[in-house]
């Protein structure tokens, strides 16, 4: 648990503090399930709904209190999660909560009641630097997604024409069967002229002889995600090798430059310089990369407007691609570890041309 974090928080802002969101739960407590984590006076109480509580109660230390979403009889008293809440806190001075993790009902009914602080960045920022469990974690998620990366790479060497849908299964089935419990996002497998879209769905469009296949996949492992991106190419094409070349000289040069105390923007615009020198600015159309941790989404954005500094055991992607439509597309992608000196890169596998 890292409830030593919210105790440094509270007596900083002189607040109680409401904890919601499953990803914000899991963080601070280990638990995985839905509620709300109410830290006043030094005290930590978790509020679960009934069905979780057989969840909540392998939580040692700490109060569990359990109500019911729901009224089962006339002679049932419902009890409601903003009723304890509010009850748990009455003697508080202020409140301070996750607004990125609150309804606009339940902040309005906290707001009604006491001064409320939005402290969603500062949880961003707790949670962006890793601690070395789950660094851990993550390097491990990124052990199984190498394994996937490499099936689906034998799988295409072998000149079948196996479907997006069919490979996309295979990486899942990989990533089970070598200890993910689950897989950060659903598997991109995509072909062909569907390489040309950034979030392709898989579909039953079989991979044919010279088609670019853009494969972007993680593991999820102990709750911490993993994010890598390779681009294959089942036949030599002259037009995708270029696009190919610059993709990587414009990912190898932002990475070059990771380190903590520059400013995210700074990575994102040395990627961005380098494709559109090539020509194909227009055509890179995301940010240059985003945090991983136990979302595969979280905080620094790695974009040109980012405002986030780097800072050490931070875990960031660097994924520049560019994307003709209707044509073909080429992503490549990394998860890393920001140091104090070169990133720490969690290489998958970089069989490509």
Same mark, same amino acid.
């Given at each position: 648990?890292?409830?030593?974090?919210?105790?440094?928080?509270?007596?900083?802002?002189?607040?109680?503090?409401?904890?919601?969101?499953?990803?914000?739960?899991?963080?601070?407590?280990?638990?995985?399930?839905?509620?709300?984590?109410?830290?006043?006076?030094?005290?930590?109480?978790?509020?679960?709904?009934?069905?979780?509580?057989?969840?909540?109660?392998?939580?040692?230390?700490?109060?569990?209190?359990?109500?019911?979403?729901?009224?089962?009889?006339?002679?049932?008293?419902?009890?409601?999660?903003?009723?304890?809440?509010?009850?748990?806190?009455?003697?508080?001075?202020?409140?301070?909560?996750?607004?990125?993790?609150?309804?606009?009902?339940?902040?309005?009914?906290?707001?009604?009641?006491?001064?409320?602080?939005?402290?969603?960045?500062?949880?961003? $920022? !707790?949670?962006? +630097?890793?601690? &070395?469990?789950? =660094? %851990?974690? #993550?390097?491990?998620?990124?052990?199984?997604?190498?394994?996937?990366?490499?099936?689906?790479?034998?799988?295409?060497?072998?000149?079948?024409?196996?479907?997006?849908?069919?490979?996309?299964?295979?990486?899942?089935?990989?990533?089970?069967?070598?200890?993910?419990?689950?897989?950060?996002?659903?598997?991109?497998?995509?072909?062909?002229?569907?390489?040309?879209?950034?979030?392709?769905?898989?579909?039953?469009?079989?991979?044919?002889?010279?088609?670019?296949?853009?494969?972007?996949?993680?593991?999820?492992?102990?709750?911490?995600?993993?994010?890598?991106?390779?681009?294959?190419?089942?036949?030599?094409?002259?037009?995708?090798? $270029? !696009?190919?070349? +610059?993709?990587? &000289?414009?990912? =190898? %040069?932002? #990475?070059?430059?990771?380190?903590?105390?520059?400013?995210?923007?700074?990575?994102?615009?040395?990627?961005?310089?380098?494709?559109?020198?090539?020509?194909?600015?227009?055509?890179?159309?995301?940010?240059?990369?985003?945090?991983?941790?136990?979302?595969?989404?979280?905080?620094?954005?790695?974009?040109?407007?980012?405002?986030?500094?780097?800072?050490?055991?931070?875990?960031?992607?660097?994924?520049?691609?560019?994307?003709?439509?209707?044509?073909?597309?080429?992503?490549?992608?990394?998860?890393?570890?920001?140091?104090?000196?070169?990133?720490?890169?969690?290489?998958?596998?970089?069989?490509?041309?």
């Amino acid at each position: 648990m890292r409830l030593e974090k919210l105790k440094k928080l509270s007596e900083e802002l002189n607040s109680c503090i409401v904890i919601s969101g499953e990803s914000n739960l899991f963080y601070f407590l280990g638990y995985d399930g839905v509620g709300s984590l109410i830290y006043c006076d030094g005290i930590p109480t978790l509020i679960v709904p009934a069905l979780e509580e057989n969840r909540a109660s392998l939580i040692k230390g700490i109060d569990t209190e359990i109500y019911f979403p729901i009224k089962i009889s006339d002679n049932f008293i419902q009890s409601s999660l903003v009723s304890i809440i509010l009850d748990k806190i009455r003697n508080a001075s202020k409140v301070s909560l996750d607004a990125n993790w609150s309804s606009i009902p339940f902040y309005k009914a906290i707001e009604s009641k006491f001064p409320v602080q939005d402290i969603s960045e500062n949880i961003l $920022k !707790i949670r962006a +630097v890793k601690d &070395e469990d789950e =660094l %851990e974690f #993550i390097k491990r998620s990124g052990d199984i997604t190498a394994e996937a990366m490499k099936v689906v790479s034998e799988r295409l060497s072998e000149g079948v024409e196996f479907s997006e849908k069919f490979l996309s299964g295979i990486i899942d089935y990989t990533m089970k069967i070598s200890g993910a419990e689950d897989y950060a996002f659903p598997s991109i497998v995509a072909a062909g002229p569907n390489s040309s879209k950034p979030h392709h769905v898989p579909t039953d469009y079989k991979v044919a002889r010279g088609d670019p296949v853009v494969v972007d996949i993680g593991a999820k492992y102990n709750g911490y995600c993993f994010d890598s991106t390779r681009t294959f190419l089942t036949e030599k094409r002259d037009e995708v090798r $270029k !696009i190919y070349e +610059v993709v990587l &000289e414009a990912q =190898l %040069e932002a #990475i070059d430059a990771v380190v903590a105390g520059i400013q995210a923007s700074e990575i994102d615009k040395i990627a961005r310089k380098v494709i559109e020198k090539a020509g194909y600015g227009r055509y890179f159309v995301h940010s240059t990369g985003h945090g991983v941790g136990i979302e595969v989404h979280e905080y620094p954005p790695v974009s040109f407007n980012s405002n986030a500094i780097l800072e050490k055991n931070m875990v960031i992607t660097v994924e520049p691609g560019i994307y003709i439509g209707g044509k073909h597309g080429v992503r490549i992608e990394d998860t890393m570890i920001v140091t104090e000196g070169k990133p720490i890169v969690i290489e998958t596998i970089y069989k490509l041309l």
